[in-house]
């Protein structure tokens, strides 16, 4: 599978952004996928992960409550909604794919994913 992230920019603090991965082939549904960040000079992190139906969510504490993320299998596109944006959610922001998993798969860790996009700045000014 092929991911193209979308939506970045610019945004004030408390501002909103809603990002997308389209993903490439007939086999997004088998899929499970996920977001991760990386700051300037840090690791890359881990945001949120939905399982391949898109029944089940797990959020990083850092986002919980201010990011949601979410799936569309009919247009194979996956969504992080980011809302109250703070100065520290500046990074590029990366979508992510792993396939031959479990209906139930919700993996946090960067290295048990195989697919990944080009990733999306986003720039939360103070």
């Known amino acids: 599978v092929q991911l193209q992230a979308s939506g970045g920019g610019l945004v004030q603090a408390g501002g909103s952004l809603r990002l997308s991965c389209a993903a490439s082939?007939?086999?997004?549904?088998?899929?499970?996928t996920g977001w991760f960040r990386q700051a300037p000079g840090k690791e890359r992190e881990f945001v949120a992960v939905?399982?391949?139906?898109?029944?089940?969510?797990v959020h990083a504490d850092s986002v919980k409550g201010r990011f949601t993320i979410s799936r569309d299998n009919y247009k194979n596109t996956m969504y992080l909604q980011m809302n109250s944006l703070k100065p520290e959610d500046t990074a590029v922001y990366y979508c992510?794919?792993?396939?031959?998993?479990?209906?139930?798969?919700?993996?946090?860790?960067?290295?048990?994913?195989?697919?990944w996009g080009q990733g999306t700045l986003v720039t939360v000014s103070s």
């Open positions: 992510a794919a792993r396939g031959g998993i479990t209906y139930a798969y919700t993996s946090r860790s960067v290295s048990d994913y195989n697919y």
């Open positions: 082939g007939r086999t997004f549904s088998t899929y499970a």
């Open positions: 939905i399982t391949r139906n898109g029944a089940s969510t």
